[in-house]
């Protein structure tokens, strides 16, 4: 079945630890997305990828950091300059970005508590 | 910067009774509207694709509307089931390719 995968489901971070959410994604789509969600707030926009080695900064880039060097796979690394990283955080895809973007799709997820 | 909202934040019905979920939007250039479903601990489910050319989508008991005009969207849902309970949100994509969503509605569905 096509999809996206995210991993850990679950995660648990000492402060000054950095830790990386995995998100792959067999639906071959070139564009991917991260987003964070907090209690009573909408998704915000992390960062995203048009395409293979191409990422841009969303709307809460910092203490963040990204690759995309295969076009299945757009890891997220959350730095310990980031301030509240405590979140659900997830991982989306779509056929392409811009106005042919069609359906954004998402993982089940991940959860970061910081300790 | 568009901002979407949706109003109520919860709501309860009993099953069977049909509802209508709301979503505005403060800039009418959108170029798509997208509707979730939310279960707790859980990834979002794509529900409806609007796009801008569309007034509406069906899908099963769900019927997704949109005005641009007015800067509104409505998710119809049909005969509710206890099933159906779980939060809704929409996305609005902008012709600036980014995607802004609401908070949600919480929907409980009452056997």
């Known amino acids: 079945d096509g999809g996206i995968t995210q991993s850990p489901k679950y995660l648990f971070r000492k402060e000054g630890q950095n830790v990386t959410l995995s998100c792959e994604q067999n639906?071959?789509?070139?564009?991917m997305y991260w987003y964070r969600q907090d209690p009573g707030q909408g998704l915000r926009l992390i960062y995203y990828?048009?395409?293979?080695?191409?990422?841009q900064k969303g709307d809460i880039a910092e203490g963040y950091s990204v690759s995309r060097e295969k076009k299945e796979s757009f890891p997220l690394t959350v730095t310990s300059a980031q301030k509240n990283p405590t979140a659900f955080y997830l991982c989306?895809?779509?056929?392409?970005?811009?106005?042919?973007?069609?359906?954004?799709?998402f993982g089940e997820g991940s959860r970061l508590t910081v300790l | 910067k568009q901002e979407v909202t949706q109003i109520p934040a919860a709501l309860s019905v009993p099953e069977g009774e049909n509802l209508v979920l709301n979503c505005s939007f403060t800039?009418?250039?959108?170029?798509?509207l997208q509707w979730f479903r939310q279960d707790p601990g859980k990834g979002l489910t794509s529900l409806l694709l609007?796009?801008?050319?569309?007034r509406e989508q069906t899908s099963g008991r769900l019927n997704a509307s949109l005005d641009k005009s007015s800067g509104r969207s409505t998710l119809y849902i049909a005969a509710s089931q206890p099933g159906d309970s779980a939060t809704y949100l929409c996305?609005?994509?902008?012709?600036?390719?980014?995607?802004?969503f609401g908070t949600g509605t919480s929907l409980t569905v009452i056997p």
């Open positions: 609007i796009q801008s050319s569309q």
């Open positions: 639906l071959n789509h070139d564009a």
């Open positions: 800039d009418s250039a959108i170029y798509n």
């Open positions: 990828s048009q395409i293979v080695n191409d990422f």
């Open positions: 996305a609005a994509q902008t012709t600036g390719n980014q995607f802004y």
């Open positions: 989306a895809s779509s056929i392409a970005f811009g106005l042919a973007t069609g359906e954004l799709f």
